[in-house]
């Protein structure tokens, strides 16, 4: 069982920075960490994944060169550096773990979700 804990969201203006945080209650250096959102009224959407040794990151086309992800594993903690934010990326954001790519990135099958923190950026 791998519990997740995020932090670090708040409110900023449009073109301000947030650096999210992801703390594992365990290893996960044999699963893929991402990170997801879910804006009011809408599905949740994948965001930004990062590979058990963090040397591959795949990304939302909308967010690419905005947000880097990047992890950890001696501390066992992700992060997402996110800038330039938009109104648009406002939403509910979670840490997902998962150690099939294809299963839990491609098909959005995750194994552990933590209980999101929030960001919401105005105009």
């Known amino acids: 069982q791998v519990q997740l804990a995020e932090s670090g969201g708040g409110s900023v203006q449009a073109g301000g920075s947030l650096t999210l945080t992801c703390a594992a209650s365990?290893?996960?250096?044999?699963?893929?960490m991402a990170w997801y959102r879910q804006a009011p009224g809408k599905e949740r959407e994948k965001v930004a994944c990062v590979s058990t040794t963090g040397g591959s990151t795949y990304y939302r086309e909308s967010v690419k060169g905005r947000f880097v992800i990047s992890r950890e594993n001696i501390k066992k903690t992700v992060y997402l550096e996110m800038s330039s934010l938009k109104p648009e990326d406002t939403g509910m954001y979670y840490c997902a773990a998962f150690r099939d790519f294809f299963t839990g990135w491609v098909s959005g099958s995750v194994d552990y979700w933590g209980q999101g923190t929030q960001v919401t950026v105005s105009s």
């Open positions: 365990t290893d996960t250096y044999l699963r893929f």
